[in-house]
């Protein structure tokens, strides 16, 4: 069994949109204005957002993006460290990880 797709509730759509985009590769294929998009990755999971006014997801929920390497876990991190994100170092926990927050109020786990 495969699981095809998973809607996120965010708070500001677009800025959701461009932050998957822009370190994660994700590719948007449709929107309806502010307010959805679809979004899709390499191996055709298909990711939606969907406008919500008062986002609020229990404290340890997350969506997590693999890499293949600590090296890579490290690049994504610099990025977002140099633009501006609040980030703690990776770790070594159940692999070597980091948290981030998303734009839109959800959290996004980098890990290999």
Do not use: W
Request: contains cysteine.
């Amino acid at each position: 069994m495969k699981l095809n797709h998973l809607n996120l509730t965010v708070t500001d759509v677009p800025a959701a949109r461009e932050f998957l985009e822009t370190y994660f590769g994700m590719t948007c294929e449709g929107t309806r204005g502010n307010a959805f998009a679809v979004m899709f990755d390499d191996d055709g999971f298909i990711l939606t957002l969907m406008k919500g006014k008062n986002v609020l997801y229990p404290m340890t929920f997350h969506i997590g993006f693999p890499q293949p390497t600590e090296q890579e876990v490290d690049r994504i991190y610099s990025l977002l460290k140099d633009n501006g994100f609040e980030v703690d170092a990776p770790k070594n926990a159940h692999g070597y990880t980091f948290y981030v927050e998303a734009p839109g109020g959800f959290t996004v786990e980098v890990l290999c």
